[in-house]
């Protein structure tokens, strides 16, 4: 994606806001993408495998405008949203209308402007915690998060066929493996997830295609897709479809003594495995 460069790039920043040319500038294009993605549902299903939210109260970083916040409304007890850039925390709060268990507030996954243990779940969908770098993210999360709480952290799979072919020729310098052992490390189980995105017609597709890679790539990916949908063009199928893989981290936060080597998420946002230092309730 566009957006990653520069997030990779500037990875000492610390309390920075990543920018994101794709949403920040091109929104009715990325509207049109969020619209496209994931339309069988894979990740919400890993998701809701992962933990049933139902009841429950949900934290949102780096929310964009919102997309999102209206599925988790639906079944959650609260919904927040947390947005650095200004114009998206406005087009959010204007999403969310007047769901009454939504609220959006502009911050930042570094310095979350929210108490402690206050969210059952915790969730970023390819917002901030993109690998090294994102541990005072981490930190945050959770700190916010109750103890029994999950951090669900949602991301493109740089690894898979096409579409992380071609973030990575954009990106050629990014390491997947380095990638999923920094999450390992901070004791998260990671799932591959397998998704389809589904486009109106040739003209959606390439519209954000060309939001989320350099010409030259992007070129390449729509020559790319109009092939993989060949068959379904001739037959007169307007729609068109691009196979792209995610990966969803998740991580509980103990809730009480931890045994030494029982828990998959035995480890504290700073790495450190938590059973060295065991905690209480
Ligand atoms: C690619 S967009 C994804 C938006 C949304 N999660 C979605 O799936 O539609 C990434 C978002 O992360 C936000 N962001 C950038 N830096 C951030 C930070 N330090 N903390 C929280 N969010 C951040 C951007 O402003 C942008 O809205």
């Given amino acids: ?59 949102d970083i780096g929310c964009g405008d919102g997309f999102h916040l209206p599925r988790f409304a639906a079944t959650a007890r609260s919904v927040i949203g947390i947005e650095p850039h200004e114009p998206l925390v406005r087009d959010a709060r204007n999403r969310a209308g007047e769901l009454p268990n939504v609220e959006v507030r502009q911050g930042r996954a570094q310095r979350l402007p929210l108490p402690d243990a206050a969210f059952d779940v915790v969730h970023a969908r390819t917002a901030y915690f993109f690998g090294p770098g994102c541990e005072p993210g981490l930190r945050e999360a959770e700190r916010v998060l109750r103890p029994g709480g999950t951090l669900m952290i949602v991301d493109l799979d740089v690894a898979s066929e096409p579409y992380g072919r071609w973030m990575r020729l954009d990106l050629p310098r990014y390491d997947p493996p380095g990638v999923e052992k920094f999450f390992d490390r901070q004791g998260f189980d990671c799932r591959k997830v397998p998704t389809r995105w589904l486009f109106e017609d040739a003209a959606a597709m390439e519209a954000v295609l060309k939001i989320e890679f350099s010409a030259p790539v992007a070129e390449k990916a729509i020559a790319e897709i109009r092939r993989l949908n060949e068959v379904s063009s001739a037959a007169g199928e307007k729609r068109m479809t691009l196979p792209v893989g995610y990966r969803v981290h998740t991580r509980t936060k103990p809730t009480g003594l931890v045994v030494p080597g029982h828990s998959a998420s035995s480890a504290d946002a700073s790495g450190v495995p938590s059973s060295a230092s065991p905690r209480m309730p």
């Fill in 1 to 59: 994606m566009r957006w990653f460069p520069r997030a990779v790039s500037s990875r000492r920043r610390g309390d920075e806001v990543l920018p994101s040319p794709n949403i920040w500038y091109y929104q009715k294009a990325y509207e049109v993408e969020n619209r496209a993605q994931d339309v069988d549902d894979e990740i919400w299903r890993v998701l809701a495998g992962c933990r049933d939210w139902s009841g429950e109260d949900v934290l």
